[in-house]
T-cell receptor, first 112, second 114 residues
Framework: TQLLEQSPQFLSIQEGENLTVYCNSS?????LQWYRQEPGEGPVLLVT?????EVKKLKRLTFQFGDARKDSSLHITAAQPGDTGLYLC????????????FGAGTQVVVTP | EAQVTQNPRYLITVTGKKLTVTCSQN?????MSWYRQDPGLGLRQIYY???????DKGDVPEGYKVSRKEKRNFPLILESPSPNQTSLYFC?????????????FGEGSRLTVL
C-alpha cells in the first residue's frame, strides 16, 4: 500500500493569514485530488491535478502538483472562517485502477 | 438532485449481529466504493466496484462483504460485526474517468458496535 502523508495534521490560524498544506508520497500518482470535508458531511472535491508541475487556482486556493507527481500542496491566501474544514488529498495510480488512496487529512481552523 | 444516499445514518448494534448499510446513487455512475474513516487514519477503502457484478477488495476488506447486482446500489454487509468495526462509513460513486473524475460521497453512516 502506497501511503500519502499530509502535514501538518492540524492548523489553527487567524482570519486573513495564509496557510499551506502538504501531501507527500514516495510513489508516483497518475492523478491527485484535494477534497474538503465539513463535520457531518462527506468530502467534496475541490480540484484534480494530473500533470507534473501543474498549478490550479480556485479563488483564494492554489493547488500545485509536484514535477515528479509524488507530492502536492494546497495554499490558501487570506483565509476566512468559511475555509475551516478537514482537507484531504487523494491519489490514484495507473497500475491500481479503482483504488484511490487518501491521506489522513489536515484539520484547518480559521478564527475571526 | 444528484446524490449518493446511505442508510442508516446512525446505528448502534452488538457484536455478531449481522447488518447491512445500503448505498444508492442516482447519477448512473459505473464506479462505486466504500470507505471507513477513523481519527488519524483518514479514509481507507474497503471495497470498490467498477461496474455491475464486478467488485474488488480495497485496503481493509476483512470483515466486510459487498454486492453489486444493479448499477445504482452497492450495499455494505457486516456478517458478524466486531467492536473494531466501529467507524464512520462513506459510500462514493464516480462516472467515467474515475481516476481523475470526481468522487461523490454520501453523508456517512456512523456505526457503533458494542
Amino acid at each position: 500500500t502506497q501511503l500519502l502523508e499530509q502535514s501538518p495534521q492540524f492548523l489553527s490560524i487567524q482570519e486573513g493569514e495564509n496557510l499551506t498544506v502538504y501531501c507527500n508520497s514516495s510513489s508516483v500518482f497518475s492523478s491527485l485530488q484535494w477534497y474538503r470535508q465539513e463535520p457531518g458531511e462527506g468530502p467534496v472535491l475541490l480540484v484534480t491535478v494530473v500533470t507534473g508541475g501543474e498549478v490550479k487556482k480556485l479563488k483564494r486556493l492554489t493547488f500545485q502538483f509536484g514535477d515528479a507527481r509524488k507530492d502536492s500542496s494546497l495554499h490558501i491566501t487570506a483565509a476566512q472562517p468559511g475555509d475551516t474544514g478537514l482537507y484531504l488529498c487523494a491519489g490514484a495510480h495507473q497500475d491500481s485502477w479503482g483504488k484511490l488512496q487518501f491521506g489522513a487529512g489536515t484539520q484547518v481552523v480559521v478564527t475571526p | 438532485e444528484a446524490q449518493v444516499t446511505q442508510n442508516p445514518r446512525y446505528l448502534i448494534t452488538v457484536t455478531g449481529k449481522k447488518l447491512t448499510v445500503t448505498c444508492s446513487q442516482n447519477m448512473n455512475h459505473e464506479y462505486m466504493s466504500w470507505y471507513r474513516q477513523d481519527p488519524g487514519l483518514g479514509l481507507r477503502q474497503i471495497y470498490y466496484s467498477m461496474n455491475v457484478e464486478v467488485t474488488d477488495k480495497g485496503d481493509v476488506p476483512e470483515g466486510y462483504k459487498v454486492s453489486r447486482k444493479e448499477k445504482r446500489n452497492f450495499p455494505l454487509i457486516l456478517e458478524s460485526p466486531s467492536p473494531n468495526q466501529t467507524s464512520l462509513y462513506f459510500c462514493a460513486s464516480s462516472g467515467t474517468g474515475y481516476l481523475s473524475g470526481e468522487l461523490f460521497f454520501g453523508e456517512g453512516s456512523r456505526l457503533t458496535v458494542l
